[in-house]
């Protein structure tokens, strides 16, 4: 669908920058900034921060399946002297998701790869079909009109993988890009059955089994700059299905219909503390790191 390209190209584009400032300074001088260089109050710090680079991560909210705009309009001779003109429109349903996984920051800071983080989870995810059909005579003229309408909300229980890019803003905001895959399978639901007349178009039915690419946009917040608590409303879109496979298109098949689910969510990261024992890493460059060995092997 376009609108999935046009909001990954978009939200891609601003990306592209890094996730603290000068806290941390890695040998070569030329990569020693990390972020917004104009802010001295970074996201996470590596070295001297109070804060684990790992931690929970909890996410829910509603879910919604898009479809295409317009109707889709079939013809069918059922005998000489009859026609059958027929209308099936695709709606979305409004259905919910939660989550619970954990987020891990890299173990150094990078240019584009952040933080990662994975979840295990539920969606309830919906759409209609409604139908509707002419019956013309061979001087075309309506003699009858049936209708029929098929409903189902499908469960998926599913797990989840995704490296994100954080572009920090302020210190308390930042924009969160991510891509990701996804794994579902579904539970519950599943009806196959239509109300009233039953769409003669061909149907097909999604495996109970199903793997998609993903796209997800947060906004963040960090609350306080010293905490390890972020708050990351966002969305998430499905950009390609890769099983079952379809041209690659990321739709959930039902029906004689298409339906594209999208996912609203609000997000809660909190980092773990870090043991107040424990000394913090030292920094060494490679001559260090040579000696170092060179004393542990006489």
Known sequence: MKYLSTIVIFALSIGYSSFVNAQY?????????????????????????????????????????????????????????????????AKGRIGFFAEIGMVHITKKP????????????????????????????????????????????????????????VFQMTPHTFLDNSIGINVD?????????????PNPAPKRFQGDLMGQLHYDFGFGFKPKVDKGFFIIPGFRLPVLGAYEWSGGTPAIHWFS???????????????????PNRCPPVETNEDDRERAKEFQNQ
């Open 185 to 197: 399978y579904a539970l519950v639901g599943k009806n196959m059955a239509y109300e009233g007349y």
């Open 257 to 275: 219909s298409k339906y594209y689910p999208a996912m609203f969510k609000v997000k809660f990261v909190w980092l773990f503390k870090k043991d």
């Open 110 to 165: 990078r240019k584009f790869i952040h933080y990662y983080d994975w979840g295990i989870g539920y969606k309830h995810i919906g759409g209609r079909e409604l139908f509707n059909a002419g019956i013309y005579d061979d001087r075309d003229t309506l003699i009858g009109e049936v209708n029929g309408e098929g409903k189902f909300y499908n469960g998926y229980l599913y797990g989840r993988f995704s490296v994100h890019n």
């Open 25 to 89: 300074k890695p040998r070569n001088s030329k990569k020693q900034f990390y972020g917004n260089q104009r802010l001295h109050k970074p996201l996470y710090k590596w070295v001297t921060g109070d804060y684990s680079r790992h931690g929970l991560q909890i996410q829910f909210g509603p879910t919604y399946t898009f479809t295409r705009i317009n109707p889709k309009e079939r013809e069918y001779q059922i005998s000489n002297d009859t026609l059958l003109r027929t209308s099936e429109e």
